[in-house]
């Protein structure tokens, strides 16, 4: 039997602008296991590394008391946070640890509900569209919430564009009677053009645009930018409040570096995701010159280059874990 961890500690090392202050109760995502016996930890919206004497469990959620020690963060465990998604997998007969459990959290943070023949039906597009279950399953879930059958016999291509840029898109010109645009000028014009003559005849990711959304609606345009021999390609995704109309963030995501950035509340501050140490490295020797730039905008840039793998491509992984209630009935 697997002990439990409750009053065991997690060694955090200190990050200027954390938010953690001692004496506070927090919520703790265990994402993933590092090299060395350290660990990948979420706490409030960003990832930290950890090291801990505790036989932790990826996944795992749990309640900690926060004190620091010599310079660390120390959180000590009071509870373990009941997962209501696992419970609902196991209510079903699904399995846990495997694409049905990515594809229900990736639902569950759409806010769609854990049907069986939903997480099969997702399960079936992502095998067809030849995509990896962690970084599409959640372009798969805003297909459907926006009513787009998975089984459908164009799901799969747009799928694909949805992921343009990325491992295993594909140019979204094939399915486009018109250029991709390729500058600031073009991208800004394409974009304009996304909110006209909504009745007339269009391609797939017009009609995905088009579509709203339960509660929140994801515009999601293709962008390609070409520098000397250097060539850029990936999309840009906004997400609009369906009732309101207006923009609640963005993503740009490229082949292993993304973008997140929320556009309202008091935490405005541009996260950025890389997939590997080559691009992390390259990424913090720009992090000056983009905090500058976006300081003049009013907005922040988050000192942390995070872990690829805590971002879906449209919101941080660590955001919206807690799913106190599950929906499996719809």
Known sequence: MTPSP??????????TGSGLQPGETVVVHVIKRLDG????????????????????????????????????????????????????????????GGPEEVIAR???????????????SVKSLLTR????????????????DKKIDPGSPGA?????????????????RRYRGRPLPETPREVKKFADSLSAQPGS??????AFNHSAGRTHSWVVIPFVFTTGAHTLSGTLKILFDTFKSRPLALTITTEGVALH??????????????????????????????????????????????????FDGFTPVEQGEILPSVDTVG
């Not at 409750?6 to 990050?15: E, K, R, S, T």
């Not at 008391?65 to 373990?80: E, H, Y």
């Not at 913090?284 to 905008?297: I, P, Q």
Request: with cysteine; glycine share 10%; aromatic share 2%.
């Open 6 to 15: 409750v009053g065991g500690h997690i060694h955090l090392a200190l990050q």
């Open 37 to 96: 016996g350290k660990w990948a930890v979420g706490v409030l919206g960003r990832v930290y590394p950890a090291s801990s004497e505790l036989p932790l469990e990826t996944g795992a959620v749990l309640r900690a008391r926060v004190t620091s020690s010599a310079g660390r963060l120390v959180l000590t465990v009071s509870d373990i946070v009941p997962d209501a998604l696992l419970a609902a997998l196991q209510l079903q007969g699904l399995p846990r």
């Open 106 to 120: 990736a639902l569950a943070r759409a806010g769609l509900p854990l049907l069986p023949e939903t997480i099969q």
């Open 129 to 144: 569209a030849g995509l990896d279950d962690r970084k599409s399953a959640r372009s798969a879930a805003a297909l459907v």
């Open 156 to 172: 799969a291509a747009l799928l694909r564009v949805l992921a343009f840029g990325q491992k295993g898109g594909e140019d979204p």
């Open 201 to 206: 005849p269009s391609s797939s990711l017009q």
């Open 261 to 310: 950035l929320p556009l309202l509340g008091k935490s405005r501050a541009l996260c950025v995701y890389c997939d590997s140490e080559r691009l992390k490295r390259a990424a913090r020797l720009g992090l000056d010159s983009l905090r500058s730039k976006f300081h003049n905008m009013g907005l922040e840039v988050d000192d942390t280059i995070k872990e690829g793998n805590a």
